[in-house]
């Protein structure tokens, strides 16, 4: 019996025996990496260790938004024995229903709330129980809160960009994450291993802008007050430097601040500058002028019957805003007649208009590093019906944005010259490049540009934006007034976008600016409601760049007999001028009292003199000057008293400037 009591313990200890080396063969051999990995993922955790946002910087090294280190709650549930005691201790700071479903998670991890402000931090500590744990993130900030809020952007909770510059550069500006390896202990602690693997997180690189914060700020307090002394239900303003196309400062209205851009609706959100294309109404007149100077038909001089308030096409009658009879191209322009838009367009002739529209780069994106450009709306020329260019002369049947309108005046100011405008200047590195990006090329002539500009520079001086005016300064431009069109319904009869884009000084310009009011009421024309925001923002961006000024004392020139005009046909008044060109074919176009001939290359060299400015006032000085290709430099005010090139020096030696001193009888 002892012999079976042994054998049958030693058959139970084998079997015993055999059984624990199977169990251990089982877990140690066959399913040793099953229960690796599960060691692994109880024992291991990987960190991602996210480095902040590149900064972005404005044009004189202002921080715009940032990146700061904030705390991040978080919850492992396995670890909570009584989820009621841990919604007590923090219900009072986050919704009860939330944390209930995060600790009831089977997760490990589970984010309570994200990227705290430090006072709710430390509220949170106070009250944290055993499972609560925190994390350091890096959140973004923006110092200056709302300014540029649009051109900005933001970032949301992930530290991705959203909108504006932080959506578009978001591959640049991001950093690439890191990861690190920890291993926690028996009391759940996060143990360091140098054996353990660590990948080093790559920081994001810096963006330096041409807006300047300054010139931001007076352009969007400027922009807030016009909306409240206008009733505007929005508006916009940009300013570029003309010779670069770098933007100087870009705002719309109503803003947010990027800081909590979850606070105010998506409408505030929107860039208006480069997203909202609305009819320009008068200020596209520039346009059809340039348009019409190229061809050759318009003698700047010659009067146009603008046929006293209407003009019937095609069966259908377009209404002046005022009855004007025989008027200038130039009084056209300061006068802002639409029936003379029209019948300068009408001359221009269709395909010459569109080609001049699409030169200045409407229909088409300008090309700005921004996100969502719209590109406006410019019907193919196929597609025009028999009253298309009589609309669009005068700024209806198409779409434009700010930016698209800025940039064409800002060829005209900058001497003929179509600029991609920019807003990035460099990337990681602080450069000042302060270059054309990209020119898409010439708008049109020289010889056009410079009496655009003359005649720019008399909607200021004796037109519908007198409003506009800088004292001390020549400044050129135009107004607009557009009813605003209904889809399928025309024009709403008391709706309008009042608007004026303009540059200064006309002689070397250091900003051009668009000034868009939607809907103000009861005022609502541009120069009542628009013009003066210009005014008021390029005498203060002006100064602040130290622009020095054109002359001292008022900047509206004395009153004096307007230039003397004349009807087609009729002998110039003036000193007869010659004016020879080389057109695209090698053939010299002369023009003899405005009458034009064609000659043969052989035939003819440059003729002409510089004529005699001696008593005229400086509006007539500008305009004689404009007409035969000259720009002139003025100095002080009052009447011409002398002068340089004298008068009779041959044109072909004239290096394009003509400097006039002006003074009242009697003073030198």
């Known amino acids: 019996m002892k012999q079976f009591r042994l054998v049958m313990l030693s058959v139970l200890a084998g079997a015993w025996i055999c059984a624990i080396a199977l169990r251990l063969y089982d877990l140690q051999v066959r399913k040793h990496d099953h229960y690796l990995e599960r060691a692994t993922r109880q024992q291991q955790r990987v960190v991602m260790l996210y480095p902040p946002r590149g900064t972005i910087f404005d044009a004189r090294g202002r921080e715009l938004a940032v990146s700061v280190e904030v705390s991040s709650v ?56 055993k499972g609560i744990f925190f994390l350091q993130e890096s959140k973004r900030y923006y110092p200056l809160r709302s300014l540029a809020a649009q051109v900005l952007g933001y970032v949301g909770t992930d530290n991705g960009g959203l909108a504006g510059l932080e959506f578009l550069y978001d591959r640049v500006v991001t950093s690439e994450p890191g990861q690190r390896t920890v291993v926690r202990d028996a009391r759940l602690g996060t143990v360091l291993h140098p054996g353990l693997k660590k990948e080093k997180a790559k920081p994001g690189q810096n963006l330096y802008l041409t807006l300047d914060a300054a010139i931001q700020h007076l352009v969007e307090r400027e922009l807030a007050k016009a909306i409240a002394s206008s009733g505007a239900r929005k508006g916009m303003i940009v300013v570029l430097e003309p010779n670069t196309g770098a933007v100087l400062a870009m705002a719309s209205y109503p803003t947010f601040d990027p800081n909590d851009f979850g606070a105010a609706p998506p409408s505030h959100w929107r860039n208006q500058v480069v997203q909202d294309a609305y009819e320009p109404g008068s200020t596209f007149k520039m346009v059809t002028l340039a348009a019409a100077l190229e061809t050759g038909v318009v003698d700047p001089l010659e009067t146009i019957d603008c046929e006293m308030g209407g003009i019937r096409l ?46 200045f780069g ?25 009253l298309s260019p009589a609309y669009i002369s005068f700024g209806q049947a198409l779409s434009v944005t700010a930016l698209q309108l800025t940039n064409a005046f800002g060829a005209i100011a900058n001497g003929g010259r179509l600029l991609e405008p920019y807003i990035v200047e460099s990337i990681g590195a602080e450069e000042r490049r302060r270059q054309p990006r990209k020119v898409a090329g010439l708008t049109i002539s020289p010889s056009s540009v410079r009496q655009v500009r003359s005649m720019l520079e008399s909607v200021v001086l004796e037109g519908t934006a007198k409003a506009a005016a800088v004292p001390g300064y020549r400044v050129a431009g135009k107004t607009g007034t557009a009813q605003k069109a209904i889809a399928g319904k025309g024009y709403a009869a008391n709706k309008f976008i009042a608007s004026f884009v303009g540059f200064a000084p006309v002689k070397n310009p250091a900003l051009v600016a668009a000034v868009v009011l939607d809907e103000p009421w009861p005022r609502y024309h541009g120069g009542e409601v628009a013009a003066p925001v210009f005014q008021a923002i390029a005498s203060q961006i ?14 509206l020139w004395p009153e004096s007999p307007a230039p003397q005009q004349r009807r087609r046909g009729t002998p110039a008044a003036s000193p007869a001028i010659r004016v020879a060109r080389l057109d695209s074919e090698g053939v010299r176009e002369t023009s003899v009292d405005g009458m034009s001939v064609d000659v043969s290359t052989s035939e003819v ?13 400086a509006r007539q000085a500008v305009a004689l ?44």
């Open 74 to 129: 978080a919850a492992d549930p396995s670890m909570i024995e009584d989820p009621t005691e841990t919604i007590r201790a923090l219900g009072g700071l986050v919704d009860p229903d939330h944390l209930k479903k995060v600790l009831a998670s089977d997760r490990e991890f589970a984010w309570i709330e994200r990227k705290l402000d430090l006072p709710r931090a430390n509220a949170y500590r106070e009250a944290a129980t």
């Open 605 to 617: 060299t440059p003729q002409g003199t510089v004529p005699d400015f001696a008593g005229l006032s």
């Open 542 to 555: 002006l100064l602040y760049l130290g622009v020095r000024p054109d002359r001292e004392g008022d900047a």
């Open 362 to 386: 409407f229909g088409q994106p300008t090309g700005i590093d921004l996100p969502s450009e719209s590109s406006g709306i410019l019907r193919p020329l196929e597609r025009w019906s028999p």
């Open 314 to 359: 095609a069966g259908v009658r377009i209404s002046d805003h005022h009855p004007f009879g025989e008027l200038t191209a130039r009084q056209i322009m300061a006068k802002s007649s639409n029936v003379g838009a029209i019948k300068l367009g009408l001359a221009a002739g269709r395909e010459q208009l569109f080609g001049t529209i699409r030169k």
């Open 625 to 668: 000057s404009a007409d035969i290709g000259l720009q002139v430099g003025l100095n002080g005010h009052g009447f011409v008293r002398r002068q340089s090139p004298a008068p009779g020096t041959p044109l072909e030696v004239v290096n394009d400037t003509v400097e006039v001193w002006l003074g009242h009888p009697g003073v030198m």
